[in-house]
């Protein structure tokens, strides 16, 4: 099972957009994938136009909120074929709380420990983060091998990406699987100078992991209004051609 973390210590990057579409791409070929939704705002859940009972919070703890038992099935929403879902949303601030009250030394592996599918019953776990750095985040880290790091090609981008390599470093101390495999380059503009010269530096300075870019897509923008995947939306739009490549490339496990 490959275990991704889609992370950047910067919000609005396209962090959902990219783990609710490739978990989708992914999803589409064939492959069994579980989407977690890791943020307290819990868009995840209107991008795939989905409202489940539960979630991530109830997984992990076992309880709902007036404490009693949730069996972990039921937490798991099945949102389209071959792709399930644990949802986010504010009951993850009641869950950073649960996992600051854990004992130490086990805090830190708490979701690494209890997301254990028995053996080929999934093909990827794919994790939605939140841009902040926390238990929760630290936790995802630990779960993980693999991280996609979305950096849109506008605005200070390289600032978040600096702030984001500084937890990378430091979560590579704990786990030493964990590698930085894509950087995934989004909000590509063809008519802004901007967007080619970050592109131009991330390609020096992540010659392996680039990936090729996420043009700025009015349909990528429009489609979580619906409720709906770009694959759902517009199939022939350049967001879903865009993310169709991109599931190629994590599904061939290219780059590295
Ligand atoms: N390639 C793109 N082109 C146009 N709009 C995009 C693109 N990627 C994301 N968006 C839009 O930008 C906003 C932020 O994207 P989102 O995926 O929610 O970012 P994050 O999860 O990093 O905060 C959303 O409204 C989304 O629909
Ligand atoms: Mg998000």
Same mark, same amino acid.
């Not at 919070?57 to 404490?67: L, M, P, Q």
């Given at each position: 099972?490959?275990?991704?973390?889609?992370?950047?210590? *910067?919000?609005? =990057?396209?962090? !959902? +957009?990219?783990?609710?579409?490739?978990?989708?791409?992914?999803? *589409?070929?064939?492959?069994?994938?579980?989407?977690?939704? @890791?943020?307290?705002?819990?868009?995840?859940?209107? /991008?795939?136009?989905?409202?489940?009972? %539960?979630?991530?919070?109830?997984? $992990? !703890?076992?309880?709902?909120?007036?404490? +009693?038992? $949730? &069996?972990?099935?039921? !937490?798991?929403?099945?949102?389209?074929?071959?792709?399930? /879902?644990?949802?986010?949303?504010?009951?993850?601030?009641?869950?950073?709380?649960?996992?600051?009250?854990?004992?130490?030394?086990?805090?830190?592996?708490?979701?690494?420990?209890?997301?254990?599918?028995?053996?080929? +019953?999934?093909? %990827?776990?794919?994790?939605? @983060?939140?841009?902040?750095?926390? #238990?929760?985040?630290?936790?995802?880290?630990?779960?993980?091998?693999? #991280?996609? @790091?979305? =950096?849109?090609?506008?605005?200070?981008?390289?600032?978040?990406?600096?702030?984001?390599?500084?937890?990378?470093?430091?979560?590579?101390?704990?786990?030493?699987?964990?590698?930085?495999?894509?950087?995934?380059?989004?909000?590509?503009?063809?008519?802004?100078?901007?967007?080619?010269?970050?592109?131009?530096?991330?390609?020096?300075?992540?010659?392996?992991?680039? @990936?090729?870019?996420?043009? %700025?897509? =009015?349909?990528?923008?429009?489609? &979580?209004?619906?409720?709906?995947?770009?694959?759902? %939306?517009?199939?022939?739009?350049?967001?879903?051609?865009?993310?169709?490549?991109?599931?190629?490339? =994590?599904?061939?496990?290219?780059?590295?």
């Amino acid at each position: 099972m490959r275990k991704l973390a889609i992370a950047m210590a *910067k919000g609005g =990057v396209g962090k !959902t +957009t990219t783990a609710v579409n490739l978990a989708h791409g992914l999803a *589409k070929n064939g492959k069994r994938v579980l989407l977690v939704d @890791c943020d307290t705002q819990g868009q995840t859940s209107k /991008f795939l136009g989905v409202e489940p009972e %539960y979630g991530l919070y109830e997984f $992990i !703890t076992g309880r709902d909120k007036n404490g +009693t038992f $949730i &069996p972990k099935k039921d !937490t798991i929403y099945q949102s389209r074929k071959n792709l399930w /879902f644990l949802a986010g949303g504010l009951r993850l601030v009641e869950l950073k709380n649960w996992l600051g009250e854990q004992q130490r030394d086990i805090r830190q592996t708490v979701l690494k420990n209890s997301l254990l599918p028995k053996n080929g +019953t999934l093909d %990827y776990l794919i994790f939605d @983060c939140a841009p902040s750095w926390d #238990v929760l985040s630290v936790n995802i880290l630990m779960a993980v091998d693999e #991280v996609l @790091c979305p =950096v849109a090609l506008q605005g200070p981008s390289m600032e978040g990406l600096k702030t984001f390599f500084g937890y990378l470093l430091s979560a590579q101390k704990l786990n030493t699987d964990l590698q930085l495999k894509y950087i995934l380059p989004t909000m590509f503009d063809k008519r802004t100078r901007q967007s080619f010269e970050i592109m131009h530096q991330l390609k020096k300075m992540f010659a392996k992991q680039i @990936c090729e870019p996420i043009h %700025y897509n =009015v349909r990528l923008s429009e489609a &979580p209004t619906h409720g709906q995947t770009i694959f759902e %939306y517009d199939a022939r739009a350049v967001g879903a051609i865009d993310y169709k490549k991109l599931t190629r490339r =994590v599904n061939s496990n290219g780059g590295l």
